[in-house]
Each structure stands twice: as C-alpha cells, then as structure tokens.
C-alpha cells in the first residue's frame, strides 16, 4: 500500500516513512509524485490545518494524501508558539531562527526548563472532503541550552518526560517511538485497520 505525504519537511518524511514501514505501507513525498502549488495555512488550530491541506492536495492529485500539522505548545507562554511553531520567528523563518526566538521568550520570562507539549494530528483525505484523523501528543519540557544534532525544528530544546535527555540527542527509532507524530501515526494505522474491517 502507497500513501502519499503532503510536506516538504524532510524530517517528518523520515519519521513517517520509518514508522509506516512497520506496517507494509510505503509513504511517497508529494513532491515525487507531482507539483503542486502549496495552500495558505490559515487554520488557528492543528487539525484545521491538517484538514485543510489533505483535502486541499487529494482533490488536486485525485487520490488518498496525508497531511499533517504538528507543533510545540509552552505552558508558560499561553501555548505558543503552537500552530505558528514553524514561522514563530517570521514568514520562513528557520530552525534555528526560531529555536533562538524560544530562547529569547524563556529567558525574558526568567524560565530555564519549562513544561511544554509536542502535538501531531493527522488527516488522511479520501472521496470527497472525507478521511481519517488521529492525533498524538508527548509532554516534556523545554531549556534554554540546545542540545543534540538529530531530529529537527525544536528537537535540541525539548526533554520528553522521563528522559534526561533532549530529543536530538535520541536515535530516531527512540525519538518515534515516544513522538507525538508517532503515537498519531500508529493511531491512524489502527483506524485503517478498523474500517478496512467493516
Ligand atoms: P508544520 O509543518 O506547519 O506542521 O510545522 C511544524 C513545526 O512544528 C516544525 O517546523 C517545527 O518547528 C515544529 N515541530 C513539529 N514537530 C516537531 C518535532 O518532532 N520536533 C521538533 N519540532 C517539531
């Protein structure tokens, strides 16, 4: 079974394509299949956005895509950056420009390790306007020193519960193991299961 994925972010590519091989499915990147202008993420909440840009792609490409939209929420700073986790430092911003904004937010704010929440949900689009949807989540928290080169995005901040250690510091199996993009993406498995059953 192929399910092609709607991002250009290599990181979730790998993750997802290294999860789903576990259960036979091959993900195909969107940008290997066609060219398609991307949508304006509009969405205040995750789901709304993976809704949207599923749906968005499946009706142009005429077939099943998976889209998701995933972030980091701080408890000390009312959630954010949250949906903006990707532009929290502006309009294409990178990793690193971002990771830096973080740190500027946690250390005005005096906070050196705080609790903070990663948050993946997944649509899986089909027929029209119609699919799937899970979502996941791994609460931890977030420091102001970057640690560790795996991972992506805010990966060298954030300590998942229990750990001692940074998300880049893990080897990608543990990080998907434990990751919110993990825990969603073997949800969603489980509904495909499920309905292909009925
Ligand atoms: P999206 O591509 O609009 O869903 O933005 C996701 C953004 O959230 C990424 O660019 C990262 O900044 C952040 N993010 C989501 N998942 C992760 C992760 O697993 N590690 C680190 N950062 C993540």
């Known amino acids: 079974m192929k399910i092609v994925f709607a991002t250009k972010n290599r990181g979730k590519v790998r993750e997802v394509q290294e999860k789903l091989k576990e259960f036979g499915i091959e993900v195909v990147p969107i940008d290997e299949v066609a060219e398609v202008e991307a949508p304006e993420e509009t969405g205040k909440t995750f789901c709304e956005n993976a809704y949207q840009k599923a749906t ?66 997944i649509f899986l689009a089909f027929l029209e306007k119609a699919g799937l949807w899970s979502e996941g989540e791994v609460r931890g928290r977030v420091i102001t020193e970057p640690r560790g080169t795996g991972g992506f995005g805010y990966d060298p901040l954030f300590i998942p519960k229990g750990y001692g250690k940074t998300m880049a510091e893990l080897p990608l199996k543990e990080k998907n193991r434990i990751s919110h993009r993990g825990k969603a993406v073997e949800k969603l498995v489980n509904i495909i299961r499920l309905v292909k059953k009925l």
Do not use: H, Q
């Open 56 to 121: 968005y792609y499946s009706e142009k490409l005429g077939m099943p895509v998976i889209a998701e939209d995933s972030g980091l929420e701080v408890k000390a700073l009312g959630g954010k950056p949250g949906v903006y986790s990707s532009r929290f430092a502006g309009e294409n911003a990178t990793d690193e420009e971002n990771n830096r904004k973080l740190i500027e937010e946690l250390r005005k704010r005096g906070l050196e390790n705080s609790p903070a929440r990663y948050v993946s949900f």
